[in-house]
């Protein structure tokens, strides 16, 4: 049994059955709450709360990280299938990295780049050996194995933010130069896609492999518990592709990730990228897709999506709704989706809140009266529980 979850067994149960499109006794949804007694601390941001970037800039601090996460386990409660795992975040596409690019962490993320000809790019990322001598690839080691092992079961540990394929090669030759040389010398991109590949998935398995080792199945940044390998694979330079180039340069490897893995979500960012929904769909390998409608107004929420979400369930493929924003619909989504076939993960920030809005499958009231009222009489029973106490 964990220590930060009491129904951890329970959570993962029906998240194995939830991987296979099935359903134990309920429908499939996590959050975070602050504990009993619990709160945000006061003055924290809390997107700076739950978004933890302390190895972002401090690489080799591995205890102090940890040390951090587990105050933030005792916090905040995961409920529902929300299962604790500590992810090393070092940045999203930290793989360019072990290719030779120094993280610069700036605007509360790490980013990647460094200018690279064309001439240069097959023999430099050729040139990256994937030993202790490489030293992103030995801090990514290191840091899997010490947090494995010291998280003995209370929690997991998932794989680290690795990247897409063509995301990578973008921190080296930039974006419109990719596209000028897919036109002109696609043989250059296509060498440089088979060595990034072929070290992505080496990476892959042999932090997935330590982590097999210390802990009860896998993780992802994307922080959904599986009891076999999995892994969310993206390809956000897909949005500066016509559907002719997606399957030319970047569907290939889409599925060559997925073949590799037992379970693959696809991470769908942003509506330039709708364009290619078709040839996901119809990718056997890909087990679900993660909609993400990029900034602006139209929240994961808005039923101008469900047209999308219909269109994902329809093929049988489950739909993936992180950090879902608007409390007050979320009953709603799981009465009109197939519930077999969708996964939400959400904040409150607050007990009662939560309490107020979570579905009735899972003990909350669905959202249904008035929740100013219902606050008050949470409170009341929270005075009153403290006083008998």
């Known amino acids: 049994m964990s220590k930060f979850k009491e129904d951890i067994n329970d959570a993962k149960e029906r998240l194995k059955a939830w991987w296979d499109h099935e359903i134990i006794d309920r429908p499939f949804i996590g959050y975070w709450c602050p504990r009993l007694g619990q709160k945000i601390p006061e003055g924290e941001k809390v997107i700076d709360f739950f978004d933890n970037w302390y190895l972002g800039q401090n690489w080799d601090d591995f205890e102090g990280a940890l040390n951090e996460y587990e105050t933030f386990l005792n916090v905040i409660e995961y409920g529902g299938e929300n299962i604790p795992s500590f992810m090393p975040n070092y940045g999203p596409g930290i793989m360019a990295a072990v290719f030779g690019i120094e993280p610069k962490f700036q605007s509360r993320t790490n980013w990647f780049h460094r200018e690279t000809s ?3 790019i097959v023999p430099l990322l050729e040139s990256a050996k994937l030993n202790m001598n490489n030293p992103w690839y030995a801090r990514l080691k290191k840091v899997t194995e010490i947090a494995a092992k010291r998280a003995k079961g209370n929690y997991n540990v998932s794989i680290t933010d690795i990247g897409g394929v063509l995301d990578i090669l973008s921190s080296f030759l930039g974006p419109t130069n990719i596209l000028l040389i897919m036109r002109r010398n696609p043989e250059i ?3 440089c896609r ?4 072929e070290k992505l998935l080496k990476v892959y398995d042999d932090l997935q492999t330590i982590i097999d080792q210390y802990c009860d199945g896998f993780n992802s940044w994307m922080n959904i518990w599986c009891p076999k390998r999995w892994y969310p694979i993206q390809c956000d330079f ?5 559907p002719k180039w997606f399957k030319r ?3 290939p490897d889409i599925i060559a990730q997925a073949e590799h893995m037992d379970y693959a979500i696809y991470h769908l960012d942003g509506p330039n990228a709708l364009v290619h929904l078709n040839d996901l769909l119809e990718t056997p390998s890909i087990t679900g897709i993660q909609w993400v409608p990029g900034a602006g107004k139209d929240l994961l929420s808005s039923e101008k999506w469900m047209p999308i979400y ?3 369930q329809a093929t049988g493929k489950s739909v993936v709704l992180d950090l879902f924003p608007e409390p007050e619909q979320l009953s709603y989504f799981y009465k009109v989706l197939n519930p077999k076939l969708i996964y939400s993960c959400t904040i409150f920030m607050d007990r009662a809140r939560a309490l107020f809005y979570l579905p009735k499958f899972i003990g909350g009231e669905g959202g249904e009266g008035n929740y100013r009222e219902y606050k ?3 409170r009341k ?4 529980q403290k006083f008998t106490e």
């Open 194 to 197: 088979a060595i990034i590949l």
């Open 376 to 378: 008050k009489e949470y």
């Open 249 to 251: 340069f970047a569907l």
């Open 118 to 120: 064309v001439e240069e």
């Open 238 to 242: 897909s949005a500066m592709l016509n």
């Open 189 to 191: 991109i296509d060498s």
């Open 310 to 312: 219909n269109k994902i």
């Open 381 to 384: 029973r929270m005075k009153l």
